[in-house]
């Protein structure tokens, strides 16, 4: 329901408010899969209402699971990228999505717009991850062209969204 208040540009701060109050009464986020998430976090994001009760039960939700394995790399970035841009940094979140991500074989799965959403992220968290950022720097290198980056991409400063 956010996520469609959001991408209809509908502002109703009273209508988030009573969602996030109900999700965080919640015991579990367990009926929450990794797309819930992400459009959950990013719905808030975007239309800039602060909620860090929310944003910390999502965090420990997603770092309580196992693995990370469900989620795509959009919801990846798009996770991290909602929690910079929220101003929500939370230490242990972006660790376990640089260790997932470290812990790929490849990048192949993150177009370019994830990459630079992943790297913004974390520099504007305040999270430095230079291994993380080294990975990312090596699977750019390696790639054929970069046609996929436009001009937002390469020289990112300001906040991008999908």
């Not at 993150?110 to 430095?128: E, I, R």
Request: charge should be negative; charged fraction near 20%.
């Amino acid at each position: 329901t956010v996520w469609a208040f959001e991408e209809a540009e509908v502002s109703h701060p009273a209508l988030f408010e009573k969602i996030a109050d109900h999700i965080i009464a919640l015991d579990k986020l367990n009926d929450f899969n990794s797309q819930a998430l992400d459009n959950t976090v990013w719905a808030y994001a975007m239309a800039e209402i602060s909620h860090p009760a929310l944003f910390k039960k999502v965090a420990n939700h997603i770092v309580a699971l196992g693995h990370l394995n469900d989620f795509v790399s959009q919801e990846l970035s798009n996770t991290v990228w909602a929690f910079a841009k929220a101003q929500e940094s939370h230490q242990q979140l972006f660790d376990k999505v640089a260790n997932h991500i470290l812990s790929l074989d490849n990048l192949h799965s993150f177009d370019s717009q994830a990459l630079a959403n992943t790297v913004w992220a974390f520099a504007k968290a305040g999270q430095p991850h230079p291994r993380l950022f080294e990975k990312i720097a090596d699977h750019i290198l390696s790639l054929d062209n970069l046609h996929s980056f436009d001009s937002k991409n390469c020289a990112q400063k300001d906040s991008l969204h999908n």
